[in-house]
C-alpha cells in the first residue's frame, strides 16, 4: 500500500464497487458479529459492563416504550425517567433507575440479554438501596424491585420486594435453571402498589452475575485485574508533562509520545494510520452507509472494533430524530492528512448533502462535518460497538463518561469542541441543533472527536483558552464565602475579619455574597447602591477598605443571568425567548415570589457596564465574583430569538460571556472568581470557583483530567458549597447530621487531593475555630501547589505506585500520589484502611505533603488523630482535643462527632512543639509569636526552641510576654519552665491572644 498523494480522488466506478459492500462488512472486520445475546464467562460479570443493554418504561394505562439500544439519562424529556449504568452512592458502583412521574406514574426497567453457560451454577447478586433523603416524609413511600427471566417460555419472576428501608439490602437471586440458554435478566423498579413515584430514585448495587463456584468481591479483583493490564502498562508513561493542558490544541486531546499519521488508500477503502513507540492504530473506513458505522478501529494486530457505532447526521431531534443513511458519495478525495468525503442523503424533500472531512490527531479521529441543510437536527459521534463489555467512568470535573473496553483494553470518549460547535448544545457525544422562534436549524458545522487509547490522558480533552494571569495572586489565599452577615450586619462582618486577623489568618480571598439593593436574588439586575438593611454605604466600604489593609483579596457578588419583571432596569428585549417564543424562566426567588427570566448573552455586558465600575468605585472591591456563568455549560439560557445575531447557537454565549468576563477583570482591577461546576468550558476565562464536583463527598475518585487540564488554567478552591457536596444536601441539618470532624477531614482531604484551595462555606464563616485550622493546614500546602503544575500522578495498588490508566482498570483508585514541579509530593488516602506511608499513618481522609521547608499532615500519632503544618512562616500543631463548633445534645445527634477526634487532656507531639490544645508558632523578627486555640481554655504549651527557632537562638533567658488581643498590648510575663532547649507554659492569661517568646528575664 502506498500513500495517497495530495488531492486524490477516487474514481465513480471504484465508488461504486464500494458502495456495492453490504452491512455484513462490518460485522467481518470487527472480527465477531453484534451478538443479540452476550456470552458470560465463568467467573463475575458486572451488568454495569455489558454494552448490550435496553431501557423501557410504561405509564399506567398506556403500552409499554423502548428506548434507544443503550440508553442512559437524568430526566431529560417527559415522562422524566432516569437510568444512569454507572453511579456512586452510599459507598458503592450503581446503576441509578427512577420510574416515570411527570405526566403519570408507571414503571422503569432495563434488560440485559444474556448467554449463560451450561453446566454450571448461576447467581445473581445486587443490593437494592435507597437514600434517606428519598425517603424522608414528604418523600419516596418506597419502590418495589424485581427481577424477571424473559426467555422461550412465559417470562419468570424470580425475585420480587417492596423496599423502603434506607441503605444496602443484599440480594441474591440463584438462576442455575437457566444455565446453557439464551435469556434477557429484566431488572424492574415501580413505584409500588400506592402508585406514588415520588422521590423514587433507587439503586442496584453493583449487579453481577457469578458463573460457576469461583465468586469475586463485589469491589474487583485487584490481582486478576491487575494482571490482565499489560497491554496498559506497555502503552503508558509515567511522565505526563507531554499530556499538560494545551490550548493550542484547541479540543483536541494531547499525545504521550512522538508519532506520525497518514492516509493511504486500501484495496477496499482508506486507511487513516498513527505509528508512534506505543504501538499502531488504523482507522479503516469504507463509504457504505454514510454513517460512522462506515469506520472500525484496530490497535496493532487486535481484533478491529466499531468505534463510532449509530454515529452520522440525524434529521430532526430525539424522540423523533431519524439517522440519515444510504444515499451516494459524490467525491471521496485524500490528501497525507485528510479524507474529505461529500455524500448525498435521501431526504423527506429535497436530498441533503454532507461534506465529511476526516483526519487524525493523535490517535484520535476528528469529525468535521458541514451541511448547507437546515434539516440536519443532530450529529452523533456514536458508541462502542463490537465488543463485549464497556465500564462507564465517570470523570470528576470532566461532565462526560470515559468508556473502558476491559477485554481490549482501551479508554475512548466522544465530545465536540465547543468554541468551534454551530449546534445548540453538545453534551456528550451529540450535537444538538433546535430551532430559532422562527422555526429554523442552523446549518451543521461540526468539528468533532472520537478519541481511543490504551492511556486514558489521551482521550481527555484541552482547555482552548489561554491560562489565567492571576494563578500567583490566588494560589496562596483560601476563600471566605461570606453569606449572611455577622451580626447582621456590614460593621460586623469587619469586625469579623479583624478578628480573623488576630488570631492569626493572613492570607485569603472574602466573597461577600448578600449585599445587592434590594436583597439576594430580588430585582435583578439592580445591585448599587447596597442593601441598607446591613447597614449604610459607608459601612460597606468600610468593610472594603479593612480587608485591604488587612492584605485579603475581595469581591462582591454580581449577577447578570436573571432579570426579574419587578426590576426597575426590568427589559423585557432583553430576555432570552425559548424556541417556541415563550421567555425562558431563570431563578424563582421563593421569599418575594417574583420568577426571573434570563437575560440575553448579548445583553449581559450591558447591565454589568451598570454595576461592576460603579461598586469598584464605591467600596474598592479587588477582585470580582459572576454567580452561575461559569458554572454551567454555554447552552444554559440559550436565546432562540430569530431577531438576534446566531440564535440558537451556543458559540454566541461562548463569545459574549468570554467578553463579560474580560470586561469583569478590568472593572474591578483584579481576578474574577465564580460559581463552580461545569467550569471546563471557561477555565482560563475567569480564575476560580467553588470546585463543585458531580457526585459530591460519594463520587469515586479520579484526579487526573482536574489536575492535568483544569488546573493548570485556574485556582479553584474547596469541593463546592457545601449543601451540594454533602449527601444530604439542604436537608443537612449542621451539629446533627452533618459537619463531623470526619466529614471535614473529608472535604479536605478531597480539596488537596484535587490541587484545590481552602475553602469556608456559609455554614462555618462564624467559627473562627474552623477558618483558623482550614487557613493553617491549607496556606502551607496552597503555596507550593495551586499555581504549580503536577509532574506525576499515581495510585497505590497492593504495594506498588501505577498509572491512572492501570488504576481504572484495576477499579481502584483511592490512594494518591501527586508531585508536583514546585517540588511538593502529596498523598491522600480515601480507603477505610490506615496507610503507613513515608514514616506517616494515613487514616482515612489523612494526607501528607512534603516539600521544600514545607511539611503538613492530618495523620495517626500512636493511634491518635493529629493535624500538623510546618513552613517558612510558621508551624501549627493541632491535638484534636476541642471542635470549637456547636454540636447538638448525644440524644439529638444522628452522626458521630466524637471520631477524628481525641479525649480532654491528650497531648500531641510534632515539629517541636508538644500541646494539649492547638497553637500556631509564627516566625516574626527574630523570635516565636505564639496563638493559642482556643483562647478562653486554658492548656500546656511545649516548645523546643533548637527545632523552632534554629541552634544558636534564644541564647541566655527566655521571656514569655502576653499581648492582648486585637491590640497587641503587654499584660505581663507568664511562668515558664525549661528544660535544656525546651520550654514550658500554660495559656491562661485572661486577655490574651498570643504569647510573645524573646530573649529575655525568664519569669521563675
Known sequence: MSHVSRGAVLPPAAIGIVLGWTAWWLAAEIGCAEESFTPLPLGTTALAELVHYRVGFQQDGAAEHQMPPSWMGRFETPPRIAFVPSDRVMDRNAIMMHPPWADGTGTIWVDYPVRLPAGVPVTLQFAMGMRDEELAPGKSDGVTFECILLGDGEPRTVFRDHDRRSGWQ???????????????????????PDRNSTSDTAYLGEPRITCGTDREPPAGDRRGRMAATGALRAATTRDIGQVMNDPASGVLPSNAVPYRTWVERTAAGYALAYEGADGRVTWRYKPVTGTLDDFVVQFDDEAAFSPAATGGVYAGTAPDEVRLEGGHAETVSADDDSLRVLWTYPGAGEPIEVEWRFRLHGKALV?????????????????????????????????????????????????????????????????????????????????????????????????????SPNREMLAPLIVLDLWGHMKGSYAGDTEHLLELKDNGVDHMAIIQHDWQRFGYDVKLPDHVPANPQFGTEAELATFGSTATRLG????????????????????????????????????????????????????????????????????????????????????HQLDHDASQPMAAMALHKVRRDA???????????????????????????????EAQVEGGEEHAPLVDFELLKIHPQLVNHGMGYYVRWYRRGWGSRWGVDTGTPAQLDKYRAQQIAYGHAGFVGRELTPHVAFIVKEHHLMHPIQRLMAAARPTAIEYWIDGEWVTASVALAAGICDRQRIRYDRGLTVWVNWRDEPWQIEGRVLPQWGFLAIGPDTEVWTALLDGRYAD?????????????????????????????????????????????VSTD?????????????????????????????????GRGAFVGPIAVTALEARTGRELGPVTVERSGRRITFTT???????YRIAPGSATP
Open 170 to 192: 443484599e440480594v441474591e437471586v440463584d438462576l442455575s435453571t437457566a444455565a446453557g440458554t439464551d435469556v434477557t435478566i429484566r431488572l424492574v423498579v415501580d413505584p409500588g
Open 367 to 467: 469529525v468535521e462535518a458541514r451541511s448547507a441543510s437546515h434539516g440536519i437536527g443532530c450529529l452523533s459521534l456514536g458508541e462502542s460497538r463490537g465488543v463485549a463489555l464497556r465500564r462507564r467512568i465517570q470523570v470528576p470535573y470532566l461532565h462526560r463518561f470515559v468508556d473502558y473496553l476491559p477485554r481490549e483494553q482501551i479508554f475512548a470518549l466522544r465530545f465536540f469542541d465547543w468554541t468551534r460547535s454551530h449546534a445548540s448544545k453538545s453534551p456528550e457525544h451529540k450535537a444538538i441543533y433546535a430551532t430559532t422562534t422562527a422555526g429554523e436549524r442552523n446549518p451543521l458545522q461540526e468539528t468533532g472527536c472520537i478519541a481511543v487509547s490504551r492511556n486514558v490522558h489521551e482521550v481527555l480533552p484541552n482547555i482552548p483558552h489561554p491560562a
Open 552 to 635: 485579603y483579596l475581595w469581591a462582591l457578588h454580581e449577577n447578570y443571568i436573571d432579570i426579574y419583571p419587578d426590576a426597575p432596569s426590568w427589559d423585557p428585549t432583553a430576555v432570552v425567548l425559548q424556541a417556541d417564543g415563550e421567555q425562558s424562566q431563570a431563578w424563582f426567588n421563593p421569599g418575594t415570589r417574583v420568577q426571573s427570566y434570563g437575560i440575553k448573552c448579548n445583553r449581559a455586558l450591558e447591565f454589568a457596564k451598570r454595576t461592576a465600575p460603579e461598586a469598584h468605585r464605591r467600596y474598592g472591591t479587588t477582585a470580582g465574583y459572576l454567580d452561575v456563568h461559569t458554572g454551567v455549560p454555554p447552552w
Open 659 to 689: 467578553e463579560l468576563f474580560a470586561y469583569l477583570r478590568e472593572a474591578h482591577a483584579g481576578p474574577l472568581l465564580g460559581e463552580g461546576h461545569q467550569v471546563l468550558y471557561w477555565a482560563g476565562l475567569f480564575d476560580g470557583a
Open 868 to 912: 500538623y503544618a510546618a513552613c517558612p512562616e510558621f508551624v501549627y500543631v493541632d491535638s484534636r482535643t476541642r471542635f470549637g463548633m456547636p454540636v447538638a445534645s448525644a440524644e439529638e445527634a444522628t452522626a458521630d462527632f466524637s471520631s477524628h477526634r481525641n479525649p480532654p487532656g491528650s497531648s500531641i507531639e510534632a515539629g517541636g
Open 917 to 949: 490544645g492547638a497553637v500556631k508558632v509564627h516566625r516574626e523578627n527574630g523570635g516565636l509569636v505564639v496563638f493559642p486555640y482556643p483562647r478562653d481554655t486554658p492548656f500546656s504549651v511545649t516548645l523546643d526552641l533548637d527545632r523552632l527557632g
Open 988 to 994: 491562661s492569661m485572661p486577655g490574651a491572644g498570643r
